[in-house]
């Protein structure tokens, strides 16, 4: 009995001395988001405004979703392989950055949700706890969060509610993803039609180190283009051979219905070198010498290359 008792008391001394020592309390597992007075959402597009009494004191604060991503002139989003998205609620002129980061080939989506936790019959408004559940979604994972006001110390507080492991691909829907009716269009290209042409710029849609810079020259068309110029496009076989070898018998393949034999003749990677001058008042993207790689699918058909990704750009060396 004496040695249970002794077993006993030492590993609750482990214990106590574990606890003290990384503060191992469930609430130490939650981050708290603080109050800023001098965040700016200048470059951003506005995707979403709800408002919503977030705090239960009676008043409603306004939850505001933005992103990197800018509006065409034809309305359309311009989205690329990853943005900056910003969650925020703001609190008289309190402004609380739920999320800030950048996102990889996805997006973020929000619900605030109401529970009556002392179960009081007809509930008023201050009666109920509001949750915000933010799920980011990105190519290979998935995570769950939510957030909550901490009255006691003034901010909201955030908690993973779902992260699982060993996650490598990802299909989800994209409730901000409006399609362009341009890269629709030329995906379903006739053979007869291998012109394209963008402000006077004329390519051939079966050339891909054309339809690459076409892509680039139609940043001109943007307010927040000064100056664009492609200095080099030329197609990067070894980044080809790599990137067909990746995703064969991948999920993504499958999911984008490329066969390996599809891959193999309708797939291809293009550098790019390019130097353009941008107003940094209208929008978020780095401008000077700059590279990437263009990747582009071919239709079978008509042979018209479609740009399916990029890479974020980089400075030339």
């Known amino acids: 009995m004496n040695r249970k008792y002794s077993i006993l008391f030492i590993l609750l001394g482990v214990f106590s001395i574990t606890f003290l020592i990384t503060g191992c309390s469930p609430k130490e597992s939650f981050k708290p988001v603080q109050s800023t007075k001098n965040f700016s959402t200048d470059g951003l597009t506005l995707l979403e405004r709800t408002y919503d009494d977030t705090d239960s004191d ?8 933005y992103t990197s991503a800018q509006i065409a002139r034809d309305g359309q989003m311009g989205w690329d ?7 925020l609620v703001k609190k008289g002129e309190e402004v609380f950055p739920l999320f800030d980061d950048y996102v990889q080939h996805g997006e973020l989506q929000f619900w605030i949700a109401s529970s009556n936790k002392d179960k ?16 980011i979604t990105t190519g290979v994972n998935f995570k769950l969060t939510v957030y909550y006001w901490d009255e006691q110390n003034h901010c909201y507080k955030e908690e993973v509610v779902l992260n699982p492991p ?19 269009e030329s995906s379903t290209t006739s053979q007869t039609e291998t012109k394209g042409n963008t402000d006077g710029y004329n390519y051939d849609i079966t050339n891909s180190v054309e339809v690459v810079r076409a892509g680039y020259m139609s940043w001109l068309k943007e307010d927040y283009t000064i100056s664009m ?10 980044e080809t ?28 990677v293009v550098k790019v070198i390019y130097e353009c001058e941008l107003d940094h008042n209208k929008t978020f993207m ?16 008509s042979g018209a290359w479609t740009i399916c990704d990029r890479t974020s750009p980089s400075e030339a060396l």
């Open 286 to 301: 780095n401008d000077g010498l700059l590279e990437g790689y263009v990747f582009l699918t071919r239709d079978p058909e």
């Open 58 to 65: 009676g008043d409603k604060e306004s939850i505001e979703l």
């Open 166 to 184: 060993d996650q490598w691909i990802m299909r989800h829907s994209n409730k901000y993803n409006i399609p362009d009716p341009a890269k629709i």
């Open 229 to 238: 110029n492609v200095l080099k496009a030329e197609v990067d076989d070894a």
């Open 81 to 87: 392989t990853g943005h900056q998205w910003v969650l």
């Open 120 to 135: 009081i019959e007809s509930p008023e408004s201050t009666d109920l706890q509001r949750k915000i559940y933010v799920a």
């Open 241 to 268: 051979q790599r990137h067909i070898k990746g995703y064969k018998g991948s999920e993504l393949a499958e999911t984008r219905g490329w066969t390996d034999e599809y891959l193999d003749q309708h797939f291809i």
